[in-house]
Every structure is written in C-alpha cells, then in structure tokens.
Nanobody, 118 residues
Framework: QVQLVESGGGLVQPGGSLRLSCAAS????????MGWHRQAPGKEREWVAG????????NYADSVKGRFTISRDNANNTVYLQMNSLKPDDTAVYYC???????????WGQGTQVTVSS
C-alpha cells in the first residue's frame, strides 16, 4: 500500500533552516509528481511546492518562493523540502502528497510539525 513518512520537523528560530524528508513506498515513486503542503492551526491545508517525476520542474507558492527548495532522490524514493529564512508564519504541520491510483486520489503522510519561534 502507498505509504508516505515525513521527518525532519522541529523548533527553529526565525531566520533558521530545516530540511524535511518524505520517504515513499508502495508505488513506483519515480514516475509520479510529488508535492508538499502545510496546515497551520485554524487554517486550511495549503499547497507549498511541487516537483515533477524526474525533478526537472518545480513550482512554489508565492509565500515560500526564494526561501524553500523542493528536490527528490528517485534512487531512494525520497522527496525533500529545504526551508531557509524561516518565519513564524511558516509554523504548520507539513505533509507530503502523491496523487495515485485508479481513480486518482490523494495520499498523505502523517505530517511533521514545524514551529518557528524565538
């Protein structure tokens, strides 16, 4: 079955950096686009970044553009989110996502908490 396991979250001061990882299994990882989303307390889940199946195309939400970088390692079935210049507004639970199956449906990991605070 499809499984996504996020890691790398934690508490960081404003201006700091974190690198999130999402280990995938249960599907042919290298042929699927992947995405990162986040959900802050009291807010709806929002899309953060996406990457194509072979990593040649990436897209970012305006709120993180220039600070976050999404990448993937298809040999190890892992997608990453490098987060720099973190702000308190980046505080959220971060999830990775893949759309998979027939009919196509979203699969989510359990999430990893990122807290940006001094």
């Amino acid at each position: 079955q499809v499984q996504l396991v996020e890691s790398g979250g934690g508490l960081v001061q404003p201006g700091g950096s974190l690198r999130l990882s999402c280990a995938a299994s249960g599907f042919f990882f290298s042929i699927y686009a992947m995405g990162w989303h986040r959900q802050a307390p009291g807010k709806e889940r929002e899309w953060v970044a996406g990457i194509s199946s072979i990593g040649d195309s990436t897209n970012y939400a305006d709120s993180v553009k220039g600070r976050f970088t999404i990448s993937r390692d298809n040999a190890n079935n892992t997608v990453y989110l490098q987060m720099n210049s973190l702000k308190p507004d980046d505080t959220a639970v971060y999830y990775c996502k893949v759309n998979f199956g027939v009919p196509l449906r979203p699969y989510w990991g359990q999430g990893t908490q990122v807290t940006v605070s001094s």
